[in-house]
């Protein structure tokens, strides 16, 4: 189970951290990432981290805005984003699988609006 939260309203310019509470698998041996949804659009991947944290992919359009990171003692995956536009208003999921929606919790929306 994937459980996220952290999402909401937020002005341009704003900062959330988002989290995902995992249970019902070895969270500590999945590679984990984010991915969201805007509106009438496709899921676009945004991150994704290494079984120990140390290796952090990100999507261009969020590089060096976005950090995501995890602790593997809680089981719980993180998305901390910053300097967020209104283009990041979207549905922000955890995933297991970035390909398969199968393996995303429920997501946590974030909207970024003046």
């Known amino acids: 189970q994937l459980v996220e939260s952290g999402g909401g309203l937020v002005q341009p310019g704003g900062s959330l951290r988002l989290s995902c509470a995992t249970s019902?698998?070895?969270?500590?041996?999945?590679?984990m990432s984010w991915v969201r949804q805007a509106p009438g659009k496709g899921p676009e991947w945004v991150s994704s981290i290494s079984t120990d944290g140390r290796s952090a992919y990100y999507a261009a359009s969020v590089e060096g805005r976005f950090t995501v990171s995890r602790d593997n003692a809680k089981n719980t995956l993180y998305l901390q984003v910053n300097s967020l536009k209104p283009e990041n208003t979207a549905l922000y999921y955890c995933?297991?699988?970035?390909?398969?929606?199968?393996?995303w919790g429920q997501g946590t929306q974030v909207t970024v609006s003046s």
């Open positions: 995933a297991r699988d970035p390909e398969n929606s199968n393996y």
């Open positions: 019902g698998f070895i969270f500590s041996r999945f590679e």
